[in-house]
């Protein structure tokens, strides 16, 4: 059984920063891929950062130079690394981790941008 938890939302100022994490645990194999999404309240679900096996990164437009993922080293986790935050990035961030046999999902942990 697979896990992922994430942790290190909050409630924080335009302009603040936060880093989120997401911890994998259980029997992985064939990793592909980490993934953050987001869902603002009455909107859609957004995917905002993915990192491959190999490092490679891919970011949704509206996060772009504010925004960093990364993985440390021979672990299944991933960071998400948030800067100059806007109140649009308030929303849960869920954590999602890609194997070639499918894909498992955390619970979510809420972020808050707001004065």
């Known amino acids: 059984q697979v896990q992922l938890v994430e942790s290190g939302g909050g409630l924080v100022q335009p302009g603040g920063s936060l880093r989120l994490s997401c911890a994998a645990s259980?029997?992985?194999?064939?990793?592909?891929?980490m993934v953050w999404h987001r869902r603002a309240p009455a909107k859609e679900r957004e995917l905002v950062a993915t990192i491959s096996g190999g490092g490679i990164t891919s970011y949704a437009d509206s996060v772009k130079g504010r925004f960093t993922i990364s993985r440390p080293n021979a672990n299944y986790a991933v960071y998400l690394q948030m800067n100059s935050l806007k109140p649009e990035d308030t929303a849960i961030y869920y954590c999602q981790l890609i194997t070639k046999e499918g894909s498992y999902w955390g619970q979510g942990t809420h972020v808050t941008v707001s004065s």
């Open positions: 259980g029997r992985i194999l064939n990793f592909v891929a």
